[in-house]
């Protein structure tokens, strides 16, 4: 058997790039930001209607398109969000995120965002 070479376009990669990115760094990243601000008692975001999912969701796209452009820069600063395995042109999305995954960094992210992520979500259960 051959394998069939699948060629993408480079607005195809960066879009993949940009997903990944926005999902898996951003918006673990700015759903913690509002269950925190929804703990401290601030309701300016997470008191409107759609104001919290609103401001994740703008908060995690802005986020997607910002860090591969200034990661490459300043690699020191945007170490920890921005991931230049993302935006690899002879990855498929689903290798470009099982790579991803297999990286003790990654694992140690996933794991922290999951654990924070969960304390968060009983405390904003617990706050009247």
């Known amino acids: 058997m ?19 990115t926005a999902l898996f760094q951003g918006f673990p990243t700015y759903a913690t930001v509002v269950l925190t601000i929804k703990i401290m008692g601030a309701p300016e975001i997470v008191g409107a209607r759609w104001g919290a999912a609103i401001f994740v969701v703008l908060a995690s796209l802005f986020h997607a398109v910002l860090t ?12 920890h969000s921005y991931e230049p395995l993302f935006f690899q042109p002879g990855l498929s999305f689903s290798e470009k995120l099982a790579q991803w995954r297999t990286q003790p960094t990654a694992s140690l992210q996933l794991v922290t965002n999951m654990l924070l992520l969960s304390l968060l979500a009983v405390g904003v259960a617990s706050v009247r």
């Open 2 to 20: 051959t394998a069939i070479s699948e060629t993408k376009s480079p607005h195809q990669n960066r879009l993949e790039g940009f997903v990944l």
């Open 68 to 79: 591969p452009w200034l990661g490459p820069k300043f690699p020191k600063f945007f170490r």
